[in-house]
T-cell receptor, first 113, second 111 residues
Framework: DAGITQSPRHKVTETGTPVTLRCHQTENHRYMYWYRQDPGHGLRLIHYSYGVKDTDKGEVSDGYSVSRSKTEDFLLTLESATSSQTSVYFC????????????FGEGSWLTVV | AQSVTQLGSHVSVSEGALVLLRCNYSSSVPPYLFWYVQYPNQGLQLLLKYTTGATLVKGINGFEAEFKKSETSFHLTKPSAHMSDAAEYFCALGAGNMLTFGGGTRLMVKP
């Protein structure tokens, strides 16, 4: 258990509406990540954060923004949701060590109709 | 650039048979390699990881993987499949700040 909580776990929203997913961690890790999972694509990185107010883009960042105002929370926002953003979203943290290892939350299922 | 290829999006084995899930990678730096397992409607759970040193890595649930630099491979094996092994498995490559995933292999176990 890496102390990661995602909310909401399930959400249905309409095209064009804004959506925010929240990731909360309890272990004070510096690095946090948002991935999306789609059939045949594995997991693809959307954005990641390497500290408070420090974020960077991943390979599929278009249409998404993130914010990290405190160490424990990493927010993912879809400014105007589209059907192509229907996916399962996973938050992850990185435990630093001999080989930094990434641990995942339980996922947030988002459906855009 | 880093990339991971998992050969076979679906693998089916009989209970008690050998499990072999294939993973090949491409990396411009020495890789850290991982296998994750995902059960339905759950997050990803770390099975095992390769860092440096011993090339045969043992993980949880009886799985192991062997790092072969000459073949750029990190295949996952288990001598005897169990029904509870049915899940999706992901190979991942760690480099820098990010983890790059393969497309996943769904393992089905027949009774």
């Amino acid at each position: 258990d890496a102390g990661i909580t995602q909310s909401p776990r399930h959400k249905v929203t309409e095209t064009g509406t804004p959506v925010t997913l929240r990731c909360h961690q309890t272990e004070n890790h510096r690095y946090m990540y948002w991935y999306r999972q789609d059939p045949g694509h594995g997991l693809r990185l959307i954005h990641y954060s390497y500290g408070v107010k420090d974020t960077d883009k991943g390979e599929v960042s278009d249409g998404y923004s993130v914010s990290r105002s405190k160490t424990e929370d990493f927010l993912l926002t879809l400014e105007s949701a589209t059907s192509s953003q229907t996916s399962v979203y996973f938050c992850a943290i990185r435990k630093q060590g001999l080989a930094d290892t990434i641990y995942f939350g339980e996922g947030s299922w988002l459906t855009v109709v | 650039a880093q990339s991971v290829t998992q050969l076979g999006s679906h693998v089916s084995v009989s209970e008690g048979a050998l499990v072999l899930l294939r993973c090949n990678y491409s990396s411009s730096v020495p890789p850290y390699l991982f296998w994750y397992v995902q059960y339905p409607n759950q997050g990803l759970q770390l099975l095992l990881k390769y860092t440096t040193g011993a090339t045969l890595v043992k993980g949880i649930n009886g799985f192991e993987a062997e790092f072969k630099k000459s073949e750029t491979s990190f295949h996952l094996t288990k001598p005897s499949a169990h029904m509870s092994d049915a899940a999706e498995y992901f190979c991942a490559l760690g480099a820098g700040n990010m983890l790059t995933f393969g497309g996943g292999t769904r393992l089905m176990v027949k009774p």
